[in-house]
């Protein structure tokens, strides 16, 4: 058996290491929270997870699983058509379309195999797609495997947006999907504006909401409720693994008909195992939590308005908006993989993000701020910025 493969991918992976793009995953050593445990025993204050509400260790939402557990079982050993779809599967779809504002919702294994599994089922050759350029890998791939014609616009262009949709116009079917909110950025999508385009166009609307469900909108249905959509976007995603509970799962909202037809044919739903019931019985709390605890969104929003003026008004460079992404700018790839292993001596632990996840020159460490974090916890980590840009010396966007 020839051992090629590997000393190329040896030799690959020490180039990446050479360019300090070689990314290294932490061992966390209990669960995940504000704060977490590393390996080492050390407790830093936790800025990179997507637990934007403080639900993945929540009592109730551990409580639920546990449950869950007991009446429903470990796994399903199925996928949903044959002998996987347990009473509360079906409860959270309708739990999830009656919150989103849709007719009806269906479950994946993640947002990625949603992602993955909407689009060749919906669009052929005699259709178009129209995607914004910085939309989710899973959109890309899931629109790859689509034989529909295939447009892109710049990041939030809709002068662009619009002359893609007058390219396709002889399409049967013109689909424009976007992200809610840009994940390395903290953008949010101009939705109403889009909405307002696909309309004039004769086009469909899908939006991946992974960052702003539970997040956005009065009452954190996500951006469609923050742009006075409620009803009048065609088709939603997201997923479970985030703000709702950070578990897994992901799922498409939209007419019963879309959801219909996505049950027949939506191939990460037909051959992949479904949700395990635990996680199910957990989300449906989840979402019961988002309805009866909107203090806690708007915690959520105070802490990322807080950190933002204290990172500005020490001198850091902060993309501006409103979302708990947010992203501090480091430039190049070392000064942010420097800058990210210099806050962890300093107690905070957050990740550097560099080319190609952002344009080159754009490295940033993407804080995300949870709603479990204190007011005294986030005190710390802007003075553990300013202790760090200390010791590194300034650079373009620090002090
Ligand atoms: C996180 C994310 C996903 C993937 O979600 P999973 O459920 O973890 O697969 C998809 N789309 C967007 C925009 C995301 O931010």
């Known amino acids: 058996m020839s051992r090629r493969i590997d000393a190329d991918l040896l030799r690959e992976l020490e180039t990446l290491r050479s360019q300090d793009l070689y990314k290294t995953e932490r061992l966390i050593a209990g669960p995940q929270g504000p704060v977490v445990r590393l390996e080492d025993g050390r407790e830093v204050i936790n800025l990179c997870a997507n ?31 044959i002998c996987g779809t347990q009473t509360v599967h079906r409860e959270l779809e309708k739990a999830l379309a009656a919150f989103l504002g849709t007719e009806d919702a269906i479950l994946y294994g993640s947002c990625f195999d949603a992602n993955g599994g909407i689009f060749e089922t919906l ?47 002889d399409a049967r079917r013109r689909l424009i999907v976007t992200d809610g909110v840009f994940s390395m950025d903290g953008y949010v999508a101009r939705l109403a504006e889009i909405r307002a385009i696909a309309d004039r166009h004769d086009a469909l609307l899908m939006v991946d909401d992974s960052h702003g469900v539970g997040v956005l909108g009065t009452e954190g249905r996500g951006s469609h409720e923050a742009s006075g959509l409620l009803g009048r976007v065609d088709i939603l995603s997201g997923t479970l693994g985030k703000a709702l509970g950070g578990a897994s799962g992901g799922y498409i909202a939209a007419s019963s008909a879309v959801v219909g037809w ?28 988002v309805r009866q605890e909107p203090e806690r969104r708007a915690r959520l929003l105070d ?43 300093e107690g905070v632990y957050a990740v550097g993000f560099f080319y190609p996840v952002v344009p080159e020159g754009r490295a940033r460490i993407r804080l ?5 974090h204190d007011r005294e916890t986030l005190d710390r980590a802007t003075a553990a910025f300013v202790r760090a840009a200390l010791t590194l010396g300034p650079e373009k966007g620090n002090p």
């Open 51 to 81: 637990n934007y509400l403080g639900l993945a260790q929540h009592p109730a939402i551990v409580a639920a699983a546990h449950a869950a557990l007991e009446r429903f079982g470990y796994g399903m050993a199925s996928v949903r058509f």
């Open 123 to 169: 669009l052929d050759e005699r259709d178009a797609v129209i995607s914004d350029a910085l939309n989710h890998a899973s959109i890309i791939d899931g629109i790859r495997l689509s034989k529909a014609r295939r447009y892109r616009f710049a990041n939030g262009n809709l002068d662009e947006l619009e002359e893609r949709l007058r390219e396709a116009r």
């Open 262 to 289: 996505l049950r027949q044919r939506s191939r990460p739903y037909l051959f992949s195992n479904t949700l395990a019931p635990p996680i199910a019985a957990a989300s449906l709390i989840a979402l019961e939590i």
């Open 303 to 345: 802490n990322a308005r807080r950190l933002r003026q204290d990172l500005l008004a020490h001198g850091f460079e902060v993309l501006p908006g409103e979302h708990p992404i947010v992203p501090v700018m480091m430039g190049t790839a070392d000064r942010a993989q420097r800058f990210a292993a210099r806050l962890l001596d």
């Open 368 to 372: 995300q701020v949870s709603a479990a």
